[in-house]
């Protein structure tokens, strides 16, 4: 593969990336609305472990993506910088990429995101539960 070849597979996994992130921010809308909704009619038990079981599922589906994007960004980097090492020579911006991913030496294998990405589905998954299980303020759903 050439540099553009490389960058041209990159740019069509972020765009199915920037897809994707845009179901799942559909859905934590949907879901906070769910949430909303549980309170208001006062959903039953069994209810709100379905909506919970929803928003967590939504918590996972957003953690793959926040994993396949790092993947992306990491193989990007990974396959430029093999075709350095075989003496080719690749652009600036190609460069300065390599550089800012840290130079990988393997493609990405792990199944986990950014920290920035884990801590903001970590809150998430936590606002999900509360905003479920936890009391509401006094008088916050009376008529």
Known sequence: MNEF?????????????AVYLLVVTILVCLNFYLIRRAREVNMPVYGKA??????????NFGWTVGSFLLGTQNDM??????LKAKGVEISAA???????MGSP??????NSPDVPTMIFWG???????????APA???AYDN
């Open 5 to 17: 070849e490389i960058l041209q597979n990159a740019q069509s996994s972020f765009q199915q990336n």
């Open 50 to 59: 379905l909506t919970t079981i929803f928003g967590l599922m939504t918590v």
């Open 77 to 82: 980097a990974f396959r430029l910088n093999e």
């Open 94 to 100: 190609s460069e300065n990429w390599i550089e800012f």
């Open 105 to 110: 030496t393997s493609p990405y294998v792990a």
């Open 123 to 133: 809150l998430i998954a936590v606002m999900f539960i509360l905003g479920m299980w």
């Open 137 to 139: 303020p006094e008088g």
